[in-house]
């Protein structure tokens, strides 16, 4: 298989179960990522996997998106939507983030026939060459350039430059709820609202892109439910299709049907809301609106606030289960990620914070785990002396 990185951490998975990976030698990994904000019932939830076989055995793939009636993926678009607010209210799948990002600008250029959009700095929105344009990122894009030129960035919670963008022209305005790759950055209220009021005063349209923060991942559903602020376009993927590969836009029906019409089939996907992958997300869905209150992820927040206190921390930044703990910068966050596996601890860093280490568990996470997990960060964090 290709490698994206020239030493890989390599860890060879044998089974995983809960909260825990296991490798060939049944060494335990307390996974501290959930495949990067997916697993959020953990790994092989019993419900999940049951409804996958069960679809199995029904049929897998029939026929492109949109040709013909699955009962699943309808079933799972009613529970997403039932979710939200009444606006978003039609749902297109996808099979990844960067699909899903990808569909929202087209259906942005569509809606308002302008091409330029308004991103923030440090966004990472997915790596196909629509979302790579979003990313102002030199390092990540300079070798693929030419992208979609016509993109303006931003500061994340930059109030002034939101009251400098172009009053035409902007088809959309794109923004994570929390900056994952900046190290888990939190959008503040008066900026958000002040985008809303950009998008409604030049008639552009709001996409967030709660790839990364949806299902639950902050607290509620979605984040922005935390702000009182609803997009035109949500993107959601990751954790939407329970450990299977599924994402979605979702949008107004009077906005999606665009896609239906001059041209027709203007989005199309063979394997976007693949039944099993559906069912799976239902399943997913299903359980974790049931026993959301239990997991009770504020609590979560503030005992992994309480553990990580140590001189070289410097700061926990983020929201809910997707936090960065931001530790000295003298430290080599490769190193530290490799010490801390060999204490049984599964992490990763960020795109563009070199000195965090990522805290994303599973939602099911318990509370003496988070206890076990932040001695472990703390125990190697302590072998370092400046
Ligand atoms: C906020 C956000 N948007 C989009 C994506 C792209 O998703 P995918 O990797 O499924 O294409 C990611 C992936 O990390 C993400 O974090």
């Known amino acids: ?12 998975i044998d089974r995983a179960e809960g909260v825990w990976l296991y490798d060939e030698k049944g060494n335990a990994y307390l996974d501290l990522i959930a495949g990067i904000s997916v697993s959020s019932l953990g790994h092989q939830n019993e419900q999940v ?16 998106y949109g040709e013909v009636i699955h009962d699943t993926p309808v079933a799972f678009s009613k529970s997403i939507t039932d979710l939200l607010p009444d ?23 569509r809606i308002t026939g302008r091409t330029s959009f308004v ?23 300079q070798r693929y350039r030419p992208l979609l030129n016509d993109v303006r960035y931003i500061d994340q919670n930059d109030c002034s430059a939101v009251d400098e963008l172009p009053v035409e022209g902007v088809a959309a305005v794109i923004v994570e709820l929390v900056q994952a790759e900046r190290g888990a950055r939190k959008a503040d209220l008066l900026y958000l609202q002040k985008l809303r009021q950009y998008c409604d005063a030049t008639c552009s349209l709001l996409i967030f892109d709660e790839i990364q923060t949806g299902v639950f991942r902050t607290g509620p559903f979605v984040a922005f439910q935390d702000y009182g602020i609803v997009p035109d376009i949500l993107a959601l993927g990751k954790a939407i299709g329970g450990g299977m590969p599924l994402a979605c836009i979702v949008s107004n029906s009077k906005l999606m049907r665009s896609f239906s019409d001059r041209p027709i089939l203007g989005h199309i996907t063979t394997f976007g809301g693949h039944p099993v992958c559906c069912a799976a997300g239902l399943a997913n869905l299903d359980y974790i609106s049931k026993h959301i209150d239990s997991f009770d992820i504020e609590h979560k927040e503030a005992l992994f606030r309480q553990y990580l206190q140590h001189d070289n921390i410097r700061e926990i930044s983020g929201k809910g289960l997707l936090l960065a703990c931001h530790i ?15 204490e049984g601890v599964f992490t990763d860093w960020f795109l563009f914070n070199q000195n965090a280490i990522r805290i994303a568990p599973p939602l099911v996470i318990e509370n003496d785990q988070i206890q076990w997990v932040c001695s472990k960060i703390l125990q190697v964090l302590d072998r370092y002396h400046f």
């Open 87 to 109: 606006s978003l209210n039609n749902v297109y799948f996808v099979n990844s983030g960067s699909e899903a990002i990808d569909a929202a600008m087209k259906l942005a250029k």
């Open 49 to 64: 996997v049951n409804a996958i076989k069960t679809q199995v055995d029904k049929h897998m793939h029939v026929m492109v």
């Open 328 to 342: 000295d910068n003298r430290i080599d966050i490769i190193e530290f990620n490799k010490n801390l596996l060999k």
């Open 1 to 12: 298989m290709a490698q994206t990185t020239p030493a890989p951490i390599a860890l060879k």
């Open 119 to 141: 991103a923030q700095h440090n966004a990472y929105h997915g790596s196909g060459q629509g979302p790579l344009s979003l990313m102002d990122d030199a390092y990540f894009t």
